[in-house]
Nanobody, 118 residues
Framework: QVQPEESGGGLVQAGGSLRLSCAFS????????FGWYRQAPGKQREMVAA???????NYADPVKGRFTISRDYAKNTVDLQMNSLKSEDTAVYYC????????????WGQGTQVTVSG
């Protein structure tokens, strides 16, 4: 079993940057897709960025050009570099390791809060 654990959230001013990291315990050989999702108060959880086991990436339109997802094989982490942050980026960010056809067939972390002020 894979257990994701997020870190790196916090409070940042609009226009600033944060880097989130998701560390995995256990072997990730069965994981097809690693994703970052977010959920703002009163809203549904949405996909932010994803990277496949082959390295292909996908981004939600609101974060294209500002966020970058990457995988560090040596550290067994998937990171999300977030630049030019906006107040609408405020949310709890979750890491998902998907072994099946959707994120529901995956392992979720506990989430990390990102708050963008101003």
């Amino acid at each position: 079993q894979v257990q994701p654990e997020e870190s790196g959230g916090g409070l940042v001013q609009a226009g600033g940057s944060l880097r989130l990291s998701c560390a995995f315990s256990g072997s990730t050989w069965s994981i097809r897709l690693f994703g970052w999702y977010r959920q703002a108060p009163g809203k549904q959880r949405e996909m932010v960025a994803a990277i496949s086991s082959s390295g292909s990436t996908n981004y939600a339109d609101p974060v294209k050009g500002r966020f970058t997802i990457s995988r560090d094989y040596a550290k067994n982490t998937v990171d999300l570099q977030m630049n030019s942050l906006k107040s609408e980026d405020t949310a709890v960010y979750y890491c998902n390791a998907q072994w099946g056809a959707s994120s529901e067939e995956g392992y979720w972390g506990q989430g990390t809060q990102v708050t963008v002020s101003g």
